[in-house]
Each structure stands twice: as structure tokens, then as C-alpha cells.
T-cell receptor, first 113, second 110 residues
Framework: GGITQSPKYLFRKEGQNVTLSCEQNLNHDAMYWYRQDPGQGLRLIYYSQIVNDFQKGDIAEGYSVSREKKESFPLTVTSAQKNPTAFYLC?????????????FGQGTRLTVV | EDQVTQSPEALRLQEGESSSLNCSYTVSGLRGLFWYRQDPGKGPEFLFTLYSAGEEKEKERLKATLTKKESFLHITAPKPEDSATYLCAVPLSGTYKYIFGTGTRLKVLA
């Protein structure tokens, strides 16, 4: 079991919306999307604690998400995101009395062409 | 302001040369500190969780320790396969969000 992100590489033309897939079979309630740029830490885009509910992170502008199923948390990079070239990471976390570790997918590298 | 700072940014070691990586944090009510390893082009992989000051965890050549202000990741007699970026993260007070440091890029030379 684990988290599967697809595709591994994605190319976007100017003005185009693209959707990054994230699927998990860990039965985790919480899911997250992060963006990673060289020399910067992981920055939170959106997160979801439960199906049909999600919250904006620190850099949500130009992105949208949905959480219709527990297993799936797709991220759409819209044309409003002016600098989308980055490495995108999806993560999930199981609920617990204490904060627990995140499980990450292998990432999607998005490039604007 | 809640913050996580890692140092050094980059570290080059000879094989067998032990050293330590630092993660300092300023969050109120620490609920845990997490260490991850990230290889180039891949997602981070979980290493350790530390919940309270004085706690220590070990795994092979790695040992993580925690004080009230910082955590250290000690690497004893490293090997080239230990080369990676090491990230630390803490939960943000009163939220489900986590703050990540910018990481330490470790290179171990044979």
C-alpha cells in the first residue's frame, strides 16, 4: 500500500489547466499537497482532513482541489498560477491521538513550455 | 512566529566521518518533530518522530535527539548511500498544518 502520484512528469502550455493525480490505499483521512522549489522548504498548497472538506494552505492561489473520495485528492493547476514550474508532492497522514508521520508520493514534476 | 530552521544547508563528509545536522524550531506547544530523508527526484521518506525533550531514536547509522529548542540528527560513520537531503518538520500550533525546514543536503564521499 502507499500513495501514487501521476504523471511523474507533466508539461503545461501557457494558459492551460492541468490536473495532478494523487491516490492512496492507506485508509488515511488526511491528505496534503505541497510544492517544492529549489532551496525552499515544502510549501503547503491545500489540505483535507476528511472527504468533501478541504482548506487552503499558504500558497493556494492559482490551484484548486477536490476530495470526493477518501482515496483521491487531485490537484488542478490553473492558468491563474503564473509560475507553476515546480516539484509537487502529495502526502497522507493517518489519524491518531498523537501527530503522526506523513507518507509521501514520488512526486510530479511540472514544467511550463 | 512559528519557524523551523535547518543547518547547515549543505554538508560534505568523507566516508566514516561522523557529524550532526541541526533543526531548530520556534513553535509553542510542540506536538512532535519529524525527520525525513529525500533522494533527488523522489518524495520524502519518514525516518523518526520525537515527541518530547530528551527523547532519542536510532536507526542504523542515524540517531535523532530532541531538546526544547532544537533537534539533532547524528550520523555515525556515514556511507555514500547516506547521501540525500534531510528534512525536519513540526506541526503548527492549533492547526493540522506542518512547517518544513529547507533541508540539509548531505554528500558522503567514498
Amino acid at each position: 500500500g502507499g500513495i501514487t502520484q501521476s504523471p511523474k512528469y507533466l508539461f503545461r502550455k501557457e494558459g492551460q489547466n492541468v490536473t495532478l493525480s494523487c491516490e492512496q490505499n492507506l485508509n488515511h483521512d488526511a491528505m496534503y499537497w505541497y510544492r517544492q522549489d529549489p532551496g525552499q522548504g515544502l510549501r503547503l498548497i491545500y489540505y483535507s482532513q476528511i472527504v468533501n472538506d478541504f482548506q487552503k494552505g499558504d500558497i493556494a492561489e492559482g490551484y484548486s482541489v477536490s476530495r470526493e473520495k477518501k482515496e483521491s485528492f487531485p490537484l488542478t493547476v490553473t492558468s491563474a498560477q503564473k509560475n507553476p514550474t515546480a516539484f509537487y508532492l502529495c502526502a497522507s497522514r493517518r489519524p491518531g491521538a498523537r501527530d503522526t508521520e506523513a507518507f509521501f508520493g514520488q512526486g510530479t514534476r511540472l514544467t511550463v513550455v | 512566529e512559528d519557524q523551523v530552521t535547518q543547518s547547515p544547508e549543505a554538508l560534505r563528509l568523507q566516508e566514516g566521518e561522523s557529524s550532526s545536522l541541526n533543526c531548530s524550531y520556534t513553535v509553542s506547544g510542540l506536538r512532535g518533530l519529524f525527520w525525513y530523508r529525500q533522494d533527488p527526484g523522489k518524495g520524502p521518506e519518514f525516518l523518526f518522530t520525537l515527541y518530547s525533550a530528551g527523547e532519542e531514536k536510532e536507526k542504523e547509522r542515524l540517531k535523532a535527539t530532541l531538546t526544547k529548542k532544537e533537534s539533532f540528527l547524528h550520523i555515525t560513520a556515514p556511507k555514500p548511500e547516506d547521501s540525500a537531503t534531510y528534512l525536519c518538520a513540526v506541526p503548527l500550533s492549533g492547526t493540522y498544518k506542518y512547517i518544513f525546514g529547507t533541508g540539509t543536503r548531505l554528500k558522503v564521499l567514498a
